[in-house]
């Protein structure tokens, strides 16, 4: 098949969480499994910058259509293996910066401008460029108005640019909501703009917009499927999603096990598997010494790696920060993002920088750390689309003590409540819940066969991207 996939981010040209791994390792596969993957990004300054993208070839001069103005651009285009070709649209004005969507502080004030362009600019290379896409698949808010838009381009010249789109929900959470004016930039009928349409309280919602358009929509794992037809986890678009529930799937995230293998993980200070777990012991040593702490600890190290917010439940992790130093154990959290989360955490290091560490930093070496070093991964989300990190964890043979939301449910099975089959430990999204799982973390870190038990079955399981990869081929050639 002909596959196009368009994101704002990919792994290793421009990340800012899971999409990008998500992305990157699905382009991956399918390019391994013959497929010819064309990806579009924004031609942000990191991925031009990138050495793959050093000898890229300028490929198309566009004009995108922006209200009543021109805005021009270019297209350039590498290829970093057989079967795969990234195509970046490029407009100094909008992507030369360092942040993919803020500075750190706050959002950039252009974003819908931004991410319009992109997706028309996609419509363009795809109208001129002779790709003769099967399918289109598009990520998140960033990418959702590009179903619309495709169809709209279609229709005015006459042309089949996509035989179906794609929608991917990523995070419900981020839909890309702007002034009503804006929707003026889209250049699509006015009747779009309508309750059927991108309008959503008298503001223009883009996610609304690829959830109605596209041919199908699908979320990154079973449970958020289900969840996000509800008020509580459907952040306000729980009725539009209910609109297309017969089509929706959920389909889970896989591990890049080039990137994420502590067998060939090239990050670490030693490497190792199931069967000699040596290699784990010198990353435990090399984590309590970049962490500060002494060496010779031999209690339960909990290790955290996320963006600092709400959905995290780094609050849950700070309402139990005297679990953590009533026992003698260690927690090292690498996070940045919430100021006022951020702050806490870091008085609570300063206070017991012989127990708590944290690294406020984005930091790919030291998560990779943390993964391996530690010996249980802390990840109470208050929702969690798919997640990552305690798939991560268990390929380490790090215990993910996690909440029962989202992907976490699909991914995590509770060793107390499956004493035969668990591979980590489960709580409800709260603190009092967190509570007594990290009490019985400590259960289990004391029973060493059990704790070696549920280890083994962990590091046995199988998320690799060959399994998502051939869901999601077969659901594209399901639409086709
Ligand atoms: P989300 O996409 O919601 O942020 P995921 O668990 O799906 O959560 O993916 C998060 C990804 O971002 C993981 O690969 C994780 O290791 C990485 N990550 C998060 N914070 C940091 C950080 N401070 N430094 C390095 N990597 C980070």
């Not at 529930?245 to 030693?270: F, K, R, T």
Request: charged share 25%.
């Amino acid at each position: 098949m002909k596959i196009v996939q368009v994101a704002s981010e990919m792994f290793p040209y421009m990340k800012t969480g899971g999409l990008a791994d998500a992305v990157g390792a699905l382009a991956n596969a399918l390019a391994d499994n013959g497929h010819e993957i064309s990806v579009f990004l924004p031609g942000y300054r990191a991925a031009l910058e990138h050495k793959d993208a050093l000898g890229a070839e300028r490929r198309l001069r566009i004009k995108v259509e922006l209200a009543d103005q021109f805005v021009s651009g270019e297209v350039r285009v590498f290829s970093p293996r057989r079967n795969l070709k990234i195509y970046l649209i490029c407009r100094e004005e909008f992507f030369d910066r360092r942040g993919a969507y803020g500075n750190g502080e706050r959002d950039f004030e252009d974003n819908a401008d931004r991410f319009i362009y992109f997706c028309k600019g996609v419509v363009e290379m795809l109208r001129l460029g002779d790709i003769g896409a099967d399918v289109v698949h598009c990520h998140d808010w960033q990418a959702a108005l590009l179903p619309v838009v495709l169809r709209e381009a279609e229709r005015r010249h006459r042309v089949t640019l996509a035989l179906k789109t794609i929608f991917t929900i990523h995070n419900i959470a981020f839909q890309g909501v702007f002034p009503a004016k804006v929707f003026a930039r889209t250049n699509l009928p006015d009747e779009l703009y309508h309750i059927d349409g991108l309008e959503y309280y008298s503001q223009i919602n883009l996610m609304k917009g690829g959830i109605l358009f596209a041919d199908r929509v699908t979320t990154v794992s079973p449970q958020y499927a289900k969840e996000i037809q509800t008020p509580e986890f459907g952040c306000g678009l729980d009725g539009v999603v209910q609109t297309r529930a017969e089509d929706i799937v959920g389909l889970l995230n896989g591990v890049d096990n080039s990137v994420w293998n502590p067998a060939v993980d090239a990050l670490l200070p030693a490497r190792y598997s199931s069967v000699n777990l040596s290699g784990k012991q010198i990353c435990r040593l090399e984590l309590l010494k970049r962490a500060g702490f002494a060496a010779d600890f031999k209690g339960p190290i909990f290790g955290m790696v996320c963006r600092l917010t709400e959905q995290k439940g780094v609050d849950f992790v700070l309402a139990n920060s005297d679990f953590f130093l009533a026992h003698d154990v260690r927690l090292v959290v690498l996070g940045s993002g919430d100021k006022r989360m951020e702050t806490e955490l870091r008085e609570l290091a300063a206070n017991s920088p012989q127990k708590i560490h944290l690294s406020a930093k984005l930091d790919e070496p030291m998560s990779h750390l943390i993964e391996a070093g530690s010996d249980f991964f802390v990840m109470p989300s208050v929702f969690e689309p798919c997640g990552l990190n305690q798939m991560y964890s268990q390929v380490y043979g790090t215990i993910p003590i996690v909440s029962r939301v989202g992907g976490l449910v699909d991914t995590v099975s509770d060793t107390d409540a499956n004493p035969t089959t668990g591979t980590g430990l489960m709580c409800e999204p709260n603190a009092a819940s967190l509570r007594d799982a990290l009490q019985r973390a400590l259960l289990l870190f004391a029973d060493k066969p059990r704790f070696a038990a549920v280890q083994q079955r962990a590091m046995a399981k199988d998320f690799s991207w060959k399994i998502a990869a051939g869901a999601y081929e077969r659901m594209y050639q399901d639409a086709l």
